[in-house]
T-cell receptor, first 115, second 111 residues
Framework: NAGVMQNPRHLVRRRGQEARLRCSPM?????VYWYRQLPEEGLKFMVY????????ESGMPKERFSAEFPKEGPSILRIQQVVRGDSAAYFC?????????????FGPGTRLTVL | QKEVEQNSGPLSVPEGAIASLNCTYS??????FFWYRQYSGKSPELIMF????GDKEDGRFTAQLNKASQYVSLLIRDSQPSDSATYLC???????????FGAGTRLFVKA
């Protein structure tokens, strides 16, 4: 399956713990986007990365959240000291090129629950 | 603040009818527009994209774009119960690299 892969699919954390979400883009794609979706709400852009570079992180909270896309391996979204308000579905998408007309393909998402 | 607005619905149509989903956007410079379908608990999947004024047809789906009015719509002909989902309008932001999504319109197709 050459689609976007995300793991874990479900993640439960207690307040104050760290959450690590992983995303492997489609084969041949080097552009990765992370979105957050709260229940009954639309997708909110968080960050856009290319290999080894953060291009646009304007949608990501300044504290506790970080993202990376190393030369080797998946992109990782890291949430430190999670709070209940971080409970959401986190989707990763990838595209082949960085043009506005290029389609973003979504992974299945990681559903984070903070107890 | 760049925005994409959609009626949240729910929009309910009988099976076989035409469902019309609307979206307005604030960024006059936007050049491309995407419609995604999202089933409950699933990830968004692309239905169509459009970047020229006018209509674009793909099977039972037609996207319509009017840049002067900053309006894009999606028509679903011969609606089926399997079309019941949330439809998201997405507009890449011209001032950067992010894509702005509308909150989505929930569609129910009654058998």
């Amino acid at each position: 399956n050459a689609g976007v892969m995300q793991n874990p699919r479900h993640l439960v954390r207690r307040r104050g713990q760290e959450a690590r979400l992983r995303c492997s883009p489609m084969k041949g794609h080097s552009h990765v986007y992370w979105y957050r979706q709260l229940p009954e709400e639309g997708l909110k852009f968080m960050v856009y990365l290319q290999k080894e570079n953060i291009i646009d992180e304007s949608g990501m909270p300044k504290e506790r959240f970080s993202a990376e896309f190393p030369k080797e391996g998946p992109s990782i979204l890291r949430i430190q000291q999670v709070v209940r308000g971080d409970s959401a579905a986190y989707f990763c998408a990838s595209s082949q090129r960085q043009f506005s007309t290029d389609t973003q393909y979504f992974g299945p998402g990681t559903r984070l629950t903070v107890l | 603040q760049k925005e994409v607005e959609q009626n949240s619905g729910p929009l309910s149509v009988p099976e076989g009818a035409i469902a019309s989903l609307n979206c307005t956007y604030s960024d006059r410079g936007s050049q491309s527009f995407f419609w995604y379908r999202q089933y409950s608990g699933k990830s968004p999947e692309l239905i169509m994209f459009i970047y020229s004024n006018g209509d674009k047809e793909d099977g039972r789906f037609t996207a319509q774009l009017n840049k002067a009015s900053q309006y894009v719509s999606l028509l679903i002909r011969d609606s089926q119960p399997s079309d019941s989902a949330t439809y998201l309008c997405a507009v890449p932001y011209t001032g950067g690299f992010k894509t702005i999504f509308g909150a989505g319109t929930r569609l129910f197709v009654k058998a």
